[in-house]
Nanobody
Framework: QVQLVESGGGLVQTGGSLRLSCVFS????????MGWYRQAPGKQRESVAT???????NYADSVKGRFTISRDNAKKTVYLQMNSLKPEDTAVYFC?????????WGQGTQVTVSS
């Protein structure tokens, strides 16, 4: 049974940086394309970044050039390095399988960017 545990969120000022981590367990991590998603209060969950099993990445236009997704298959972990954070990046961030998810969501990690 797949489990996802996100961590690394926090409170940061505009322009600051955070690095999120998501530890995967319960299956073969390396075969999955993975993604980071976020949900701001009152808004729908949206895809932020995806990384395929081979390592190529794609980003939402709103974070392109500021966020970097990466993965360590040996550690079964996917990361999201977030730089130049803006107040509009404030949200709960989740990781999941890219393009549809595993059918459940972890607890997420809260990112709050103060102006």
């Amino acid at each position: 049974q797949v489990q996802l545990v996100e961590s690394g969120g926090g409170l940061v000022q505009t322009g600051g940086s955070l690095r999120l981590s998501c530890v995967f367990s319960g299956s073969i991590f390396s075969i999955y394309d993975m993604g980071w998603y976020r949900q701001a209060p009152g808004k729908q969950r949206e895809s932020v970044a995806t990384i395929i099993s081979g390592g190529s990445a794609n980003y939402a236009d709103s974070v392109k050039g500021r966020f970097t997704i990466s993965r360590d298959n040996a550690k079964k972990t996917v990361y999201l390095q977030m730089n130049s954070l803006k107040p509009e990046d404030t949200a709960v961030y989740f990781c999941n399988k890219a393009y549809g998810g595993f059918g459940f969501w972890g607890q997420g990690t809260q990112v709050t960017v103060s102006s």
